[in-house]
C-alpha cells in the first residue's frame, strides 16, 4: 500500500492499492480548512430628497456572515468528496446601504460527512465532535459567522444629529481540522487473510465483496446488512484480513482496525482448514491489544469455517477447548459457509450479542436517533445577527471623524 499524505492544511490522506490497471481509493481521513463568513459594514448614509432638508442618518446595518455547518448524509461512505476540495469557506455578508436597507446575509457552508466522522482541531487534537446518532440533515454549526456592523442610523440623537460613523462588521473565524472516519455497524469480522470473512458477509447480507481463492481480496472494509429477524437489522463491518505483525506495519488490515472501534462486539473467523488455525485465535487477539486494549476487550463470537474439510472438525473441538480453559463462557460455533452449516446458530448468536450490548447501553447505528433542543432566549434573531461594539465608534467607510451638521 502507499499513502499519498502531504502534510498541512487542504492534505487528504488516501490508501491506493493497485490491482492490474485497476485503482481503489478508500479515503478515512482529510485535513481541511473551514471559514465563517465576515459580517457585512455598517452603512454611513444620509436622506436625501427634495423637499425634505436634513433628512438624517439612514445608513442601514451589515448583513451576518454566513456559518460552517457539518451535515450527517447516509448515502456517503467515505471522505473522498474532501480529495477535490479542501478549503469550505461561507459567503460575507452584504455591506448596509442607504435608506435603512440591510445588508444580504452571507449563506451557510454546508460540510456533508458519513456517519462515523469524528472532527478535531488540527494543532490540538482536540476533539470536537463525534457524528455517530445524528439522524439525516440534522445539522452542527461549528462556526458562526461574524455579526453585521451597525449604521449610523442607530447613532443619531438629539445632540449629534447627522453621526459620520458607523460600525464595521465583525470578522469570521478560521480553523483547521482533521476529519476521520470510522465507519459504523454493529459487529466487526476480524481473522486472517482468505478465512471466509467476506464470504459471509456475501452470504448473509445484500453486499457483494469480492470473493477469490486467494489472500488479500478485500482491500477496503465493506457493510452488509443482515436481516436479523422482522423488526431488526444488524450491520455487519468486514475489513481486510489481519496478519501476524500488523501492529507493526505488515500487510492491510491494522489501518482499518479502527473501523470495527465502535461495534458492540467482535466475529473471529478461523480457518480450520490446516494447523495454523490453533495459534490463530490468540495471535489475533494479540494484535489487537496492541493496536487498542479497548477494543481486544469486546465480546466476540468465534466462529471455527470450513468444517466441511479434512481434519477441521478435530481442530475445531481442540481451539473450542483451549479457549474454554481460559473463559469458559466464551461461545465458539463450528460452520461452513461452503456446506451451509451452522449459520442459523451463529445468526442467532449475533442477533443475542448485539442485543445484550444494547441492555448494556450500546445504541446501533440502524436505531439511534437524537432529538435537539434549541435554546430560546429573550433576545431575537435579527438582534443576535447586528454586531454591539463595546469601543468606541469608528468611522467607516472613508468618513473623516467629525460630528458636524451638514
Keep these: 500500500m502507499l499513502t499519498d499524505y502531504v502534510p498541512g492544511a487542504g492534505s487528504t490522506f488516501f490508501g491506493y492499492f493497485f490491482i492490474g490497471e485497476i485503482?481503489?481509493?478508500?479515503?478515512?481521513?482529510?485535513?481541511?480548512?473551514?471559514?465563517?463568513?465576515?459580517?457585512g459594514n455598517g452603512c454611513i448614509a444620509f436622506r436625501r430628497e427634495k423637499y425634505v432638508p436634513m433628512g438624517g442618518p439612514n445608513g442601514g446595518d451589515g448583513g451576518k456572515g454566513g456559518n460552517v455547518v457539518f451535515c450527517v448524509k447516509r448515502n456517503l461512505?467515505?471522505?473522498?468528496?474532501?480529495?477535490?476540495?479542501?478549503?469550505?469557506?461561507?459567503?460575507?455578508?452584504?455591506?448596509?446601504?442607504?435608506?435603512?436597507?440591510?445588508?444580504?446575509?452571507?449563506?451557510?457552508?454546508?460540510?456533508?460527512?458519513?456517519p462515523g466522522t469524528s472532527i478535531f482541531d488540527y494543532d490540538t487534537g482536540e476533539l470536537i465532535r463525534e457524528f455517530t446518532t445524528e439522524s439525516e440533515d440534522e445539522l452542527f454549526v461549528?462556526?458562526?459567522?461574524?455579526?453585521?456592523?451597525?449604521?449610523?442610523?442607530?447613532?443619531?440623537?438629539?445632540?449629534?444629529?447627522?453621526?459620520?460613523?458607523?460600525?464595521?462588521?465583525?470578522?469570521?473565524?478560521?480553523?483547521?481540522?482533521?476529519?476521520?472516519?470510522?465507519?459504523?455497524?454493529?459487529?466487526?469480522l476480524v481473522g486472517f487473510p482468505n478465512a471466509g470473512k467476506s464470504s459471509l458477509l456475501d452470504l448473509f447480507t445484500n453486499a457483494r465483496p469480492k470473493i477469490a481463492p486467494y489472500p488479500f481480496t478485500t482491500k477496503i472494509p465493506n457493510l452488509g446488512v443482515l436481516h436479523a429477524d422482522a423488526d431488526r437489522d444488524i450491520i455487519i463491518a468486514d475489513i481486510p484480513g489481519i496478519i501476524e505483525g500488523a501492529s507493526e506495519g505488515a500487510g492491510l488490515g491494522i489501518r482499518f482496525l479502527k473501523h470495527i472501534s465502535r461495534t458492540a462486539g467482535l466475529l473471529f473467523m478461523i480457518d480450520c482448514?490446516?494447523?495454523?488455525?490453533?495459534?490463530?485465535?490468540?495471535?489475533?487477539?494479540?494484535e489487537l491489544e496492541a493496536f487498542s486494549p479497548d477494543l481486544a476487550k469486546k465480546p466476540r463470537l468465534i466462529l471455527c469455517n470450513k468444517m466441511d474439510t479434512e481434519g477441521a472438525s478435530e481442530r475445531a473441538k481442540m481451539i473450542t477447548e483451549s479457549i474454554h480453559a481460559k473463559n469458559p463462557d466464551q461461545v465458539v460455533i463450528p460452520l461452513s459457509i461452503f456446506a451451509r452449516t451452522g449459520l442459523d446458530q451463529v445468526r442467532r448468536e449475533i442477533l443475542a450479542l448485539v442485543q445484550r450490548m444494547e441492555a448494556s447501553g450500546y445504541k446501533s447505528p440502524t436505531t439511534a436517533k437524537t432529538v435537539?433542543?434549541?435554546?430560546?432566549?429573550?433576545?431575537?434573531?435579527?438582534?443576535?445577527?447586528?454586531?454591539?461594539?463595546?469601543?468606541?465608534?469608528?468611522?467607516?467607510?472613508?468618513?473623516?471623524?467629525q460630528d458636524e451638521d451638514f
Design 23 to 39: 485503482v481503489i481509493q478508500f479515503a478515512d481521513e482529510a485535513v481541511i480548512e473551514v471559514r465563517s463568513g465576515k459580517g
Design 77 to 114: 461512505r467515505t471522505l473522498a468528496h474532501m480529495r477535490y476540495k479542501q478549503v469550505f469557506k461561507a459567503r460575507n455578508g452584504g455591506d448596509g446601504e442607504g435608506g435603512n436597507r440591510f445588508g444580504k446575509n452571507g449563506d451557510d457552508v454546508i460540510i456533508p460527512v458519513p
Design 142 to 188: 461549528f462556526l458562526e459567522g461574524g455579526n453585521g456592523g451597525w449604521g449610523n442610523t442607530h447613532f443619531k440623537s438629539s445632540t449629534n444629529q447627522a453621526p459620520r460613523y458607523a460600525h464595521e462588521g465583525k470578522s469570521g473565524e478560521v480553523r483547521r481540522l482533521r476529519v476521520e472516519l470510522s465507519i459504523m455497524a454493529d459487529v466487526g
Design 273 to 286: 482448514s490446516n494447523d495454523d488455525c490453533l495459534t490463530a485465535y490468540d495471535t489475533l487477539q494479540a
Design 372 to 401: 435537539v433542543v434549541e435554546e430560546k432566549t429573550g433576545q431575537s434573531d435579527f438582534l443576535k445577527s447586528r454586531s454591539v461594539c463595546d469601543v468606541d465608534p469608528i468611522q467607516y467607510p472613508g468618513s473623516d471623524n
